[in-house]
């Protein structure tokens, strides 16, 4: 059971790797503990610790929180942490369907990507300028945490001491600049380290967070809720790998041909099509759409409350509400289909398949070919967003069986479990890859 984890530090280039891998995780960490400048963080901790289960912010932030590892709540350094990156990918990403700009540098190679990572920076730190904008202009109007007022030193009015414009864009800066060093350290881990930094990331400030809520509904809910959410998490981790790890592999075999003097091909291979084929990526882009409107609402929210505000407060803003969790099922559905179709085209295949004298027995290759993929990739798409949106909105069914704060997304079930459960395997994934190569190289010397 451990001999693999026995090889991976005996081999001195993999153990380097890891290590700083770790080394960034630590800083990264360190980072989000790290209060902006000008913010009170004996007070964010008040407030945070005397809630009261009052919905407000917390709810409104909760994924965005998470994915930070409890750094926005804190107005850390890292307060936005790499939302603002991911963000900008999925925008990106989805433009090279629309711009065709895009889609000509998407098949330039290497230079091409270069380019692109380039333009999605920019928009990275303009996302991040809004979100800090947004976050630092709740925390100054006392919207941000919504403690009971006066009670163990929460006064969630004085986080934030210096009000004026030079501390507010003093602050925003600060948090700017926290996350493009956060998306300098996904791109670190990316070149020099182990699996994908973003996800890394990610990964760490959600299990960062795991004693903290474990200890909160240990102490809250009693031993036997705790028992619980424990069984029901080791269920739901069963069933994400069960899911993450099936395919439908399509055969492909591969005609003979000579190249000069040599004979290629005549081998058989399989087109592996995952049933989860568009990862955590609808849950992430359905949850930050959920919140335009209550990010909306609560910063033009006067002493009055329009219909549509109190609207949106009844029914979007409130993860137990019937509406909130119809919409976030079917709007997971309708990004799966679309992120699916943006990053598999099923005629890209067919072409490459026909140039290398590929072939699905049965099939024609070219447009046939295209179109038998298509069909299969629309028939396991299906049970594969009706998936993630189970897992997405299991949190939202049983809230107040696991969490007494009233934040959704807990790290013990749904979306935190799905994205740590993915991360793993494809991180384990590469290091066995990693381990094969270097035993196929000793065995070929």
């Known amino acids: 059971m ?55 912010a917390e709810d409104l932030y909760s994924l965005i929180n998470m994915f930070s590892g409890g750094a926005l709540l804190q107005l850390s350094v890292f307060a936005i942490g790499i939302m603002p990156y991911i963000t900008a990918s999925i925008i990106v990403q989805l433009l090279t369907v629309v ?19 380039q333009y999605t920076r920019y928009l990275t730190v303009g996302l991040a300028v809004l979100q800090a904008t947004g976050i630092v202009a709740l925390g100054s109007s006392g919207s941000l945490l919504q403690g009971k007022e006066g009670a163990a030193g929460c006064y969630p009015d004085q986080i934030i001491h210096d009000k ?35 996800s890394l990331l990610i990964s760490a400030g959600i299990v960062a ?9 240990l102490n ?27 395919q439908r592999r399509i055969p492909v075999q591969y005609a003979k041909r000579m190249v000069g003097r ?21 849950v992430i882009f359905a949850s930050s759409l959920l919140y335009l409107p209550m990010l909306v609402s609560n910063l033009t929210k006067g002493d009055n409350a329009k219909g549509w505000q109190q609207f949106i407060d009844q029914h979007l803003a409130n993860p137990t509400s019937t509406v909130y ?60 967003s009706i998936y993630l949106g189970v897992i997405a909105i299991l949190p939202n069914l049983f809230l107040n069986v696991g969490n007494s704060g009233g934040v959704q997304n807990l790290p013990f079930g749904g979306t935190a479990l799905l994205i740590m ?18 035993k196929y190289e000793g065995f070929l010397n």
């Open 209 to 217: 967070r795991i004693p903290a809520e474990g200890k909160m509904i």
């Open 2 to 56: 451990f001999s693999p984890l026995i090889a991976v530090f005996r081999t001195p280039e993999l153990r380097k790797k890891i290590l700083f891998v770790l080394f960034i995780l630590v800083l990264y960490r360190l980072g989000a503990t790290l209060p902006s400048p000008g913010v009170d963080f004996g007070i964010v901790q008040n407030c945070l610790h005397n809630s009261g289960g009052k919905k407000g």
């Open 164 to 198: 004026s414009i030079w501390g507010l864009s003093l602050i925003v800066v600060v948090m700017v600049a926290g996350a493009m060093v956060v998306m300098w350290f996904g791109e670190l881990i990316t070149e020099r380290g182990i699996g994908n930094g973003m």
């Open 99 to 117: 711009i065709p700009r895009f889609e000509d540098l998407r098949k330039e190679g290497q230079a091409g990507q270069a380019k692109m990572t």
């Open 421 to 438: 459960v993915v991360v793993a395997l494809d991180t384990v994934k590469q290091v066995n890859s990693q381990l094969m190569q270097r």
């Open 262 to 282: 040599k004979m290629y091909g005549g081998s058989s291979t399989y087109l592996p099509l995952k049933v989860n084929q568009a990862g955590v990526i609808p």
């Open 325 to 384: 969790i119809v919409v976030y099922f079917l709007l997971i559905i309708f990004f799966t289909y679309f992120y699916v179709a943006v990053t598999f085209n099923p005629q890209e295949r067919a072409d490459d398949m026909k140039k290398y004298g590929g072939f699905i027995p049965g099939i024609r290759p070219g447009q046939p070919t295209a179109d038998y993929l298509g069909y299969v990739l629309s028939r396991i798409t299906l049970p594969g």
């Open 220 to 246: 809250d809910r009693g031993g036997l809720a705790f028992a619980l959410v424990l069984v029901a998490g080791l269920v739901i981790v069963g069933g994400v790998v069960f899911i993450e790890m099936g």
